[in-house]
């Protein structure tokens, strides 16, 4: 089954310790990105994944690590979490603009990973 | 800039109630993406459709409709006859050609259709 999962699914913590929200698609996509959604706010891109080793940031980076050792994987860092960081978080992945085609393909949410810093 | 607008917060109808969801975007990208995804209860995103701005026609999938608007830069949704199952939080959001790696999203509205 072609998907995106994240794990955990629910993470408390508390102020200062670093934490990782794995994420990873099966659909060989190239295109990876987070969203962070609050009430209220929508959901804002926090960082995104062209291809394997290229990142760039998103509208609301601060605070947040990525890296894209592998297509399939990006995951999340939070190396000092705090409160202002407690949200709902969202990965997903694309194959994105088809060369030659002038489409450009939906992004593909994983369950989301809820998190509460303390 | 590129921004998706979604005015309405929340909308309450009865079940069999018609409902239209608004979406005004803004973007100065002649080429561009818009997209609506459905965030029932449970949180998950939904993925409904996505249309090309070069593509104005309207499109129907069971009681789903879309209008596509460019003339108002609009791009609303139309739920009919609504069931319970509809209860959710639906987002609009825009992706530029020129810069397709950024997903705007609008606010949502939350639906809640009453028995």
């Known amino acids: 089954e072609a998907q995106v999962t994240q794990n955990p699914r629910y993470l408390i913590t508390v102020t200062g310790k670093k934490l990782t929200v794995t994420c990873s698609q099966n659909?060989?996509?190239?295109?990876m990105s987070w969203y962070r959604q609050d009430p209220g706010l929508g959901l804002r891109q926090i960082y995104y994944?062209?291809?394997?080793?290229?990142?760039d940031k998103g509208d609301v980076p601060e605070g947040y690590k990525v890296s894209r050792k592998e297509k399939r994987n990006f995951p999340l860092i939070l190396e000092s979490p705090s409160p202002n960081q407690t949200s709902l978080y969202f990965c997903a992945s694309s194959s994105g603009l088809l060369a030659g085609e002038f489409t450009y393909n939906e992004q593909f949410f994983g369950p989301g990973t809820r998190l509460t810093v303390l | 800039a590129q921004k998706v607008t979604q005015a309405q917060t929340e909308i309450s109808v009865v079940e069999k109630e018609d409902v239209t969801l608004d979406c005004v975007y803004e973007t100065r990208d002649t080429t561009y993406y818009l997209f609506w995804y459905k965030q029932p209860p449970s949180g998950e995103l939904v993925f409904l459709i996505r249309r090309n701005s070069f593509d104005e026609q309207n499109e129907i999938s069971g009681r789903y409709s879309w209008n596509f608007q460019k003339s108002t830069s609009s791009f609303n949704f139309t739920i009919t006859a609504s069931q319970v199952v509809d209860s959710a939080v639906y987002f609009c959001a825009l992706s530029e050609a020129e810069n397709t790696d950024k997903l705007i999203f609008g606010t949502g509205t939350r639906l809640q259709v009453f028995p």
């Open positions: 994944s062209m291809n394997v080793e290229v990142t």
């Open positions: 659909m060989n996509h190239e295109y």
